[in-house]
């Protein structure tokens, strides 16, 4: 890729830019596990945006990031959660 051009990704659900909150951001990553083949892998990751914070919601955990003050950090937060789900949607779309 040359210099100063950019990959857009798309994003696994519409209304991913929308999403400016932690809560925004717990409900959309939640919409995305019913997106998922089976109701362990959905059950899996519901899990996984609820307590553990690893895979698929990135580095964000709402247990470990919920007393989290910076904006800026929240973004950063919030945009790698949304990447690493359209990542894992894509996994499993190539699966079946």
Same mark, same amino acid.
């Given at each position: 890729? #040359? ?7 798309? #994003?696994? @659900?519409?209304? $991913? !830019? @929308?999403?400016?909150? =932690?809560?925004? @951001?717990?409900?959309? @990553?939640?919409? /995305? /596990?019913?997106?998922? =083949?089976? &109701?362990?892998?959905? !059950?899996?990751? &519901? %899990? ?6 690893? #895979?698929? #919601?990135? =580095? *964000?955990?709402?247990?470990? %990031?919920?007393?989290?003050?910076? =904006? !800026? ?11 690493? $789900?359209? *990542?894992?949607?894509?996994?499993? &779309? &190539?699966?079946?």
């Amino acid at each position: 890729m #040359a210099e100063g051009q950019m990959v857009l990704r798309m #994003a696994p @659900l519409p209304g $991913a !830019e @929308l999403v400016q909150r =932690p809560l925004q @951001l717990y409900r959309y @990553l939640l919409r /995305c /596990c019913r997106q998922l =083949p089976t &109701k362990g892998i959905q !059950e899996h990751y &519901k %899990h996984t945006v609820r307590q553990v914070g690893t #895979a698929y #919601a990135g =580095p *964000w955990s709402f247990r470990v %990031h919920s007393d989290e003050d910076n =904006p !800026e950090r929240i973004q950063q937060i919030i945009k790698r959660a949304i990447e690493d $789900a359209d *990542w894992i949607m894509n996994k499993y &779309k &190539k699966q079946n």
